[in-house]
């Protein structure tokens, strides 16, 4: 294989390694005698309910799960829903409210087994009674165009949310319900709070952080969504379940993929041919193009001194950057295509260096691409001949790839365990 083709395969490799249908069976319990209850939300939903479909053949299946518009699979005993991501919509929340009514008719005996992957915070939208749905929408929007970090914005969500922030399994276990929730994680750390606004799992976080969050990334949040807020950090209403509460002794949260289990099955595919392949954290967070800058930084010293590392080598890392969007800027792309284009610039023209960035869901930001690659032989070439730095300005990466022809589209992969990203060095 040629090293375009190598990245892929290891990128191939990765997103295989954190597949429901290959890895979700291993984490079931055993076969339930009584009523088992199946929801879920996330990217890996779809995928993850047809797992648990042809694990349990034979056993009497109910629930629905929602994932992200084109993202479903074929199940027969658990429904899909298609909604919107990742800012939420009607059939989001009609379908986490059809979740909410199966949950709270649950019984003694029964068995809720939740399903969870990223994309889960806005799949499963159920917002409190006293905001709508639309705050909810502008609230998210704005957050996301704010840069602010995933974890950050699911502390405001989880406080916005019916189901989020342990309140799932809190409805479950009033019931008399046993709780376990599958978890594909696809943030830094893999803590279950904090992958899909953790609907099984314990909440450390308070209204005043949820305040402090709106504050510090200068989100004018919609009134209702402060006032409720306000409310429940002076107490007036009540707060997300704590780590502490006894309601978490019936509650089981297994964490099936991780990022860090993906690099290293992209890892080994380096190492199969030959090649030194470092981890570089599966934890990488910050802006895109400033993560890009320090890649560039230790790119140039492995290159001209031979440290730390020696070439040939790949750099494989993961985690989740960010793109701050500028008001009234309508760039595309996403963290992936960004951070490449800012690689590409930084590197200007150094030979023998390949890099591929891409988002294991399928889809990086706003276009219909996983990420993108850059070659060793034909980067300088493209650079000269198109205006790099105006398109990284604009945001408009996934516009310079496609003009490049490096762009990777793959369509949903139906797993999510955030960004791949490796850069071999020959």
Not at 107 to 124: F, N, R
Not at 357 to 374: F, V
């Amino acid at each position: 294989m040629n090293a375009v083709e190598l990245m892929r395969a290891s990128f191939e490799a990765a997103v295989a390694a954190a597949d429901p249908l290959r890895v979700l069976a291993a984490h079931l319990p055993d076969r339930p005698a009584g009523r088992v209850v199946v929801v879920g939300a996330g990217k890996a939903a779809a995928s993850m309910a047809l797992a648990v479909e042809r694990a349990w053949p034979d056993v009497l299946l109910e629930g629905v799960v929602i994932t992200r518009y084109a993202h479903g699979a074929p199940t027969k005993r658990i429904r899909v829903v298609e909604a919107g991501h990742p800012v939420p919509d009607a059939a989001g929340e009609l379908a986490a409210r059809e979740i909410q009514q199966l949950v709270s008719h649950l019984k003694q005996g029964d068995l809720l087994l939740v399903l969870v992957s990223g994309g889960g915070s806005s799949l499963l939208s159920l917002p409190v009674p006293d905001v709508s749905m639309a705050a909810l929408k502008s609230v998210t929007s704005m957050l996301l165009a704010s840069g602010a970090p995933i974890g950050e914005m699911n502390v405001v969500r989880k406080h916005l949310s019916q189901i989020a922030g342990g309140r799932l399994a809190a409805t479950a276990t009033a019931r008399g319900a046993r709780v376990i929730a599958l978890i594909i994680s696809d943030v830094t750390g893999d803590a279950p709070t904090d992958i899909a606004s953790g609907p099984c799992a314990a909440d450390p976080s308070t209204y005043q952080d949820a305040l402090a969050v709106l504050s510090r990334w200068n989100v004018k949040a919609p009134d209702e969504v402060l006032s409720w807020l306000r409310r429940g950090a002076n107490g007036e209403v009540p707060e997300t379940p704590k780590p502490d509460d006894p309601l978490f002794d019936e509650v089981e949260n297994r964490v099936i993929a991780t990022a860090h289990q993906s690099l290293e099955a992209g890892a080994d595919v380096f190492r199969s041919a030959g090649i030194n392949a470092v981890l570089l954290g599966d934890t990488v967070t910050g802006e895109a193009r400033e993560v890009a800058q320090v890649y560039a930084a230790l790119v140039r010293e492995i290159r001209v001194h031979s440290q730390p590392f020696t070439p040939p080598v790949a750099l494989i890392s993961g985690g989740e950057c960010t793109v701050t969007l500028p008001a009234g800027t309508r760039g595309r792309g996403g963290r992936c295509t960004e951070f490449l284009l800012s690689l590409a610039i930084e590197l200007d023209g150094t030979r023998g260096v390949c890099a591929l960035a891409c988002d294991t869901d399928g889809i990086d930001g706003s276009e219909d691409n996983a990420g993108a690659w850059l070659a060793c032989e034909s980067t300088p070439e493209i650079m000269s001949k198109n205006s790099p730095r105006p398109t990284l300005d604009r945001h408009d990466a996934y516009g310079f790839f496609l003009e490049a022809g490096q762009l990777i589209i793959t369509g949903p992969t139906r797993t999510n365990v955030n960004d791949f990203r490796v850069i071999l060095i020959q």
